[in-house]
């Protein structure tokens, strides 16, 4: 929360400026949070946050960061922050979080101005002035629109709440300091809500009965749609009313509990999931995208029958057959398909295939899985843990146990190095006071280790695990996979400690894993931020056999 508190000076009865409905729309459509920067073409909506104690705001030191945070946000709380940038540069900084939260459905609002009207596609060198600035951000959004009058703020605001997935107001700069002449009269939003269907038809829930009453062998998969609403738990009743064992994608860690007799972890592990799944003669996803990664390349075989459950009809996981498609509300599809199940008994050991695994996972003496299950042991089980993509991430999205909803993040929309410390961030502002855990590698951390600034700035208790082995490791292990060689992997670090002790910040270092397990539980309990470096070379899950490798990569043996 931003630690200025001034008191208002404009009178209640003043005539409403844009800057000010700007602010007034964004609370009527439930958005109290966002995070931005202040900028020559944006102060005016700054002045009007001033002046309305009810709104929450964070400065961060990129617009990037910006949107990451307010991704992170969602996530961890289900209600969307608005993001506030600046005409041109500003703006454009926003598109890569724009990405990762398109391929989502995270909704984020982002609220960004452009040159002033009079100048408003003239082509005349005004400040920061970027020609089809709203074409280009459209494609990366579920809604975008540009304002035309002030009267108009409040409700383009509002329906970018309405969007579902992530959403632009383009207001010229002018504007904001233009009064409002009919007032904030719109309707509010909701920015938790999510694209509206008719729900499914009788007949298309008897087909789905039908489906599961000829099944003998159902395998459910979940995916971060079931977050919505109360759906995790009418889903989890679905899986113990089948006795179905319950596959997660890794967006979707957590919407069953990692202890719960039926739950058979992340789908990205693919070695005992492609074989239950071989096994099943019918998969029930509920609000899952299966993609790229979790899918390993698409290679993954889905049994011929396949129900696909989902709250909207954007593409998910296209890619993959269905037999049958049920779109709109995911708790209340689950609930009817709970009503008409008969009773069954369990088809598959899901305690004894895990406790397999795990011995193979052990046997492999890898520090990368040690290092994991030493960092669940020590959190607690709604600590929030937000990835990076590094190979400690990749290892954390296949075989990390989450125990709560919303407590696991992971750029899955975008692939993205940078969004661990900023959404991160996002996450300790959207939850004060509880542990937030940040997983980087030394490459991907440099994108966004500006924002430790704005750990220190809010004292926020963010714990970063900085895993440093002087090179983008992941793509050494590609290059030597797929040429025998690396080239331009090596990276000449910073001393990460010194960096944090430079904002302010707590920080160690392990050199090996020993001082990792002597450390890890005093970097946890400090106050405040901390950051503990952990110096060594990880193995991809992929290198050690822990995940196989998809079919579809082209391998060479290294030289």
């Known amino acids: 929360m931003s630690t200025t508190t001034t008191t208002p000076t404009a009178s209640k ?26 900028s020559i073409h944006n102060i005016g909506i700054y002045d009007a946050m001033r002046q309305e104690p009810e709104f929450h705001h964070w400065i961060v030191r990129h617009e990037q960061a910006a949107g990451f945070a307010a991704d992170g946000f969602y996530r961890r709380t289900g209600k969307a922050a608005a993001v506030f940038a600046s005409t041109g540069p500003g703006n454009l900084f926003t598109l890569v979080p724009l990405l990762e939260s398109l391929q989502t459905n995270t909704p984020v609002v982002l609220i960004g101005t452009n040159v002033a009207t009079p100048v408003l596609g003239k082509a005349c060198g005004a400040l920061h002035e970027t020609p089809q600035q709203l074409e280009i951000i459209k494609p990366l959004t579920r809604f975008a629109a540009r304002v035309t009058s002030p009267d108009a703020i409040a409700e383009a605001i509002a329906e970018a709440a309405r969007a579902g997935g992530p959403a632009f107001v383009e207001i010229p700069t002018d504007l904001l300091y233009a009064p409002v002449t009919n007032g904030s009269s719109a309707a509010s939003g909701s920015s938790d809500h999510a694209p ?7 007949e298309q829930l008897s087909q789905a009965v039908a489906h599961i009453e000829q099944s003998r062998r159902p395998v459910i998969i979940l995916g971060s749609g079931v977050f919505h609403g109360s759906a995790s738990q009418s889903v989890q009743s679905l899986a113990e009313a089948l006795h179905a064992p319950v596959l997660t994608t890794t967006s979707g860690k957590g919407a069953i509990a990692d202890d719960h007799p039926l739950a058979m972890g992340c789908i990205s592990r693919l070695g005992v999931v492609q074989q239950l799944l071989l096994e099943s003669d019918l998969l029930i996803s509920l609000g899952a995208k299966l993609t790229e990664f979790d899918t390993g390349r698409f290679t993954l075989k889905l049994p011929e029958r396949h129900i696909q459950i989902d709250q909207d009809q954007h593409p998910a996981g296209s890619l993959f ?10 708790g209340a599809i689950a609930e009817n398909l709970v009503a008409a199940a008969k009773a069954r008994t369990n088809w598959f050991d899901v305690a004894a295939a895990r406790e397999q695994e795990r011995e193979k996972f052990g046997a492999l003496r890898q520090e990368s899985y040690a290092a994991l299950m030493l960092l669940r042991g020590a959190m607690n089980r709604d600590d929030v843990l937000v990835n990076d993509q590094s190979i400690l991430s990749y290892w954390a999205s296949a075989f990390f146990p989450v125990l709560a909803p919303r407590t696991f993040m992971y750029p899955t929309g975008s692939g993205t190095l940078g969004y661990g410390l900023p959404a991160a961030l996002g996450v300790a502002c959207a939850v004060p006071n509880r542990r937030v855990i940040c997983i980087a590698g030394d490459g991907g951390f440099q994108y966004t280790s ?12 963010v714990k970063i695990l900085l895993v440093n082995d002087n090179a983008y490791g992941i793509i050494g292990f590609l290059q030597r996979s797929m040429f025998g060689h690396t080239h331009e992997v090596d990276l000449k670090n910073p001393d990460f400690c010194r960096l944090a002790e430079a904002y302010g910040i707590q920080a160690d270092r392990a050199s090996d894993f020993s001082g990792l ?3 890890i ?39």
């Open 321 to 330: 057959p269905a037999s049958l498609r049920l779109f709109g509300e995911i």
């Open 521 to 559: 539980s005093r970097w946890l309990d400090s106050p405040g931020p901390a950051l503990l470096e952990w110096q060594t070379v990880l193995k991809a899950p992929w290198e050690v056999g822990a995940i196989h490798r998809p079919a579809n990569l082209p391998m060479k043996e290294q030289r």
């Open 196 to 202: 509206g269907h008719a729900p499914p038809s009788a």
């Open 517 to 519: 397990q002597q450390k």
């Open 13 to 38: 009865t003043a005539q409403q400026t844009g800057g000010q409905a700007v602010i007034e729309a964004l609370l009527k459509c439930g958005i109290t949070s966002g995070f931005g920067i202040p």
């Open 450 to 461: 500006h924002e430790l600034a704005t750990l220190a700035q809010y004292q926020l208790p």
